[in-house]
């Protein structure tokens, strides 16, 4: 267990929808990371904040947004999804910044219908 | 687009076995990480090893660093079925702003036969 929280495990949602992901970083850290994996682009980093602010941004949509809470959990959120979009989406966290160890979740499955 | 990236792409060996997996990556770096995962499940952190590194050590798992070639490369001896799993080398690459980001390859899947 790694000590990072991700919910829901698994989402089925029509093409069209919103969808929110949710994230607990482990206790104490800072940073958090947003990844998504598919078969045909592997995983791709989407974003990161540390302690609340944007830090770092990726390959991410602009049908897609995060953002970090004061109690440092996060929600990334997923807009107007299409096919394309069904892929499992990770949530890391760590300490300090990118060239660290990170810790990541079990992730959330989405598949959009 | 990948920084790393994993050769080979599949590996299957038996148990007791070695196996070896390399990465290289386009840009410099501060540091490589190698990472495991089970199917479907999240990844799990091996090993770090810094810029200034040759060689690292973690139990059955042996990683060295090139930076002149640009690659590293991890072997994980007498190999167990329970090592089967995808295996990611991650380095540091410049984000949008300019702040770092961790960069995963393709990522590697090992079978290990008992």
């Known amino acids: 267990d790694s000590g990072v929280t991700q919910t829901p495990k698994h989402l089925i949602t029509a093409t069209g929808q919103r969808v929110t992901l949710r994230c607990s970083p482990r206790s104490g850290d800072l940073s958090v990371y947003w990844y998504q994996q598919s078969l045909d682009q592997g995983l791709q980093f989407l974003i990161q904040?540390?302690?609340?602010?944007?830090?770092a941004k990726g390959n991410i949509l602009e049908r897609f947004s995060a953002q970090q809470f004061p109690d440092l959990h996060s929600e990334l959120n997923l807009s107007s999804l299409e096919l394309g979009d069904s892929a499992l989406y990770f949530c890391?966290?760590?300490?300090?910044?990118?060239?660290?160890?990170?810790?990541f979740g079990e992730g959330s499955w989405l598949t959009v219908v | 687009s990948q920084q790393g990236e994993e050769d080979p792409q599949a590996l299957s060996i038996q148990e007791g076995e070695n196996a070896t997996m390399n990465c290289s990556y386009k840009t410099s770096i501060n540091n490589l990480q190698w990472y495991r995962q089970n199917s479907g499940r999240g990844l799990v952190h091996l090993i770090l090893i810094r810029s200034n590194e040759r060689e690292k050590h973690s139990g059955r798992l042996r990683v060295t660093l090139d930076t002149s070639k640009k690659s590293s490369s991890l072997l994980i001896t007498a190999s167990r079925a329970a090592d089967t799993a995808s295996y990611f080398c991650a380095t540091d690459a410049r984000a949008q702003g300019g702040s770092e980001k961790l960069v995963f390859g393709k990522g590697m899947k090992l079978t290990v036969n008992p």
């Open positions: 904040y540390y302690n609340g602010e944007e830090r």
């Open positions: 890391a966290s760590s300490p300090l910044g990118a060239g660290n160890t990170i810790y």
